[in-house]
């Protein structure tokens, strides 16, 4: 194992790891060093490590190969750290992992051509550190197969390129299996220099999840413990695991492999994403939410964050055992959804609030009509009558955007008896305070804000939003009518999202919103491993909708609030 540095004509740099003992140097797309020019050969020439240290072998290429401006005959070596080997414009040095060959005694004598001479002069060459630290043989073996999946990749789409595959035409099971076939093919044909250490049938499955699939997120995608996935760039993925980040040991080969994964996420919707449009939200067949951003915006390279359904659908049942709510606060929230109440679940970014929208949603009886209105559908409700609705971006003219609040308009003509909208970002909070106060009661919808408190400014700043110019005290009493449960739900340092406010909205006195709080969580510290510690507590105040149920003969538990 060594590395390979090398300086163009125009000084960039670059770094090759070589992880066997011999690696090729050329144009062609085998060589583990790619190089470009007219005089360089297909198979230019060879380095090769021995136990006396790193030997260069010109494969018979026209041009020639030389070291320290001098054309080598056949071979030349042992190299030393201070020795420049010249390829066209290309100047090259080699540097060790291990013990360097100049430390290992005199160098045995070199066979040279006949002096040319040299078209171009060496100029300055960057100095080769030698590793201080040998890295572990898992570090190792990832190296190599990451080395070994850009090669197969690269054969791959020579291989689809020659023989003109019209995927298009094909099912998602048959190309996976032909492509599969090809891979397989591939890998075979590199038998021979494949090292011990970088498993076939591993190395075959990774070059398929790339090529058909969204490359080594498959793995982190089918991993259930992660819950959110960051790429930062095609090197640099972090996951989410219990409400902690780690860096995850799985990478791309490239940026355009991060690349192509996205389209492959977004074409299926009709959403494109390029440099006209570089940013799009999207999902995965599960319900995922996916972001995604590409340069020039993104300045490291394509950005992907997915953020994870869980595969089995959530029920209030687990709420209590995760220590997100209680029984008495589920057994509330379950009465004021069946009553038809309006309620709103506010929080912060990955607090948990469309999983939360998800569990309420699933407490509206079987008989009614949900109309569900999204910016990338989420929400998986179990209710024979659905009506799902999806926001839609412009197209390549920048025409034809359909926001979330035109959806809101249009669903009031759809005879909804509930209206269920993934979040509230901007002026539909008009319409859907409108719907609210007109007849739809029992709507549900999510809000970014930190307090209930502050539930209602956001609600005021996204009524302005929409354009109209209305007195803040009407906004205020339009609010009032609307909302009758904001619910809170927040997501602590230690990963835990657990509903701190359960409040009602009692209405309007002197022009101030009154709200009063049912049940809040009583934090008390951290235990010994960092994990929050606490209590929920009912404030003995009792809903008003209560007394009004009671008084309609409606049983309900009052021993919930003592």
Known sequence: MFDIVLKSESGEVQKVRCLTSQCTIGKARDNLVQIKGWSIGGVHAELRQTA????????????GTMVNDEFIEEEYGPLRSSDVIGIGHYRIKVGWLEESAEDKGERAPAKKKKKREATQSVKTMIGVRPHSSVK???TVIREARFLWRNRVHSELLRMMDLRRIDVGNMDEDELRDYVRKMIDEIIDGMADTLPENVGKERLSKEVLDEAVGLGPLEDL???EAVTEIMVNKFDDIYVERAGRLFKSDVTFSSDDAVLSAIERIVSPLGRRIDESSPMVDARLKDGSRVNAIIPPLALKGPCITIRKFAKKKLTAEDLINFGSVNENMVALLRVAVEQRKNIIISGGTGSGKTTLLNILSGFIPDSERIITVEDAAELKLVQPHLVSLEARPPNLEGKGAIPIRELVKNCLRMRPDRIVVGECRGGEALDMLQAMNTGHDGSLTTVHANTPRDVISRLEVMVMMAGMDLPVTAIREQVASAVD??????RFSDGSRIVNYI???TGVENGVVQMQDIFRYQQEGFDANGKIQGHFVATG???EFYED???RGVPVDFGIFD
Not at 52 to 63: E, H, K, P, T, W
Not at 485 to 490: A, C, K
């Open 485 to 490: 449960l904001i619910v809170q739900q927040t």
């Open 52 to 63: 006396d240290g790193i030997y260069v072998r010109d494969l018979g290429s026209s041009a």
């Open 549 to 551: 149920l009671r008084a």
């Open 541 to 543: 105040r009792v809903p």
């Open 221 to 223: 995608l089918a991993d």
């Open 136 to 138: 572990s043989d898992t």
């Open 503 to 505: 409040t009602e909205v």
